[in-house]
T-cell receptor, first 108, second 115 residues
Framework: AQRVTQPEKLLSVFKGAPVELKCNYS??????LFWYVQYSRQRLQLLLR??SRESIKGFTADLNKGETSFHLKKPFAQEEDSAMYYC??????????FGKGTRLHILP | KAGVTQTPRYLIKTRGQQVTLSCSPI?????VSWYQQTPGQGLQFLFE???????NKGNFPGRFSGRQFSNSRSEMNVSTLELGDSALYLC??????????????FGPGTRLTVL
């Protein structure tokens, strides 16, 4: 079955500490992986995608095909990182599947 | 450019009724996709329209339907509403060069409450 699993519903991290939001997937084929973010009172928006291999707002994510994971990482958390994060996958011509999301809470 | 707009923003209906939600994409975007967001199930893909054709569909019953007009505006319809249909319905648009792998630009959502 095709699915995206985000094992943590809530992750609390102190400001300045490293952040890792976990995402594991099950998909027959080679999907494209994404992280979407929703800040308080803002719209859901794309944070980054694995094919871009870029760092956005200090976040990076590496696709590990062997472990079928796409964890989101940031070395030093900032208070403005508090948000809901969704991992998602798709492939051209196919539907998109989202994980249930992880709420990241940065503690002062 | 103006962002994705959705109307209405809030809606209250009773069981058995039907509802139509509207979405206007970003100018130039040809793909519109719809999602249901609930606390229990998270964000679930409903369907995607491109050039007035449904290109992809999620695992929802036939009570959920949609359409897209020649100006790319889209509507989704839910018939015979059930309590479980209470949710935030999000619409997103994209240029759709790569289908749903394109960056999706989301609207603010329509909050549907079924009583």
């Amino acid at each position: 079955a095709q699915r995206v699993t985000q094992p943590e519903k809530l992750l609390s991290v102190f400001k300045g500490a490293p952040v890792e939001l976990k995402c594991n997937y099950s998909y027959s084929g080679s999907p494209e992986l994404f992280w979407y973010v929703q800040y308080s009172r803002q719209r859901l928006q794309l944070l980054l995608r694995h094919i871009s291999r870029e760092s956005i707002k200090g976040f990076t994510a590496d696709l590990n095909k062997g472990e079928t994971s796409f964890h989101l990482k940031k070395p030093f958390a900032q208070e403005e990182d508090s948000a809901m994060y969704y991992c998602a996958l798709s492939r051209p011509g196919d539907k998109i599947i989202f994980g249930k999301g992880t709420r990241l809470h940065i503690l002062p | 450019k103006a962002g994705v707009t959705q109307t209405p923003r809030y809606l209250i209906k009773t069981r058995g009724q039907q509802v139509t939600l509207s979405c206007s994409p970003i100018s130039g975007h040809r793909s519109v996709s719809w999602y249901q967001q609930t606390p229990g199930q998270g964000l679930q893909f409903l369907f995607e329209y491109f050039s007035e054709t449904q290109r992809n569909k999620g695992n929802f019953p036939g009570r959920f339907s949609g359409r897209q007009f020649s100006n790319s505006r889209s509507e989704m319809n839910v018939s015979t509403l059930e309590l479980g249909d209470s949710a935030l319905y999000l619409c997103a648009s994209s240029l759709s060069v790569g289908g749903l792998t394109d960056t999706q630009y989301f609207g603010p959502g329509t909050r549907l409450t079924v009583l």
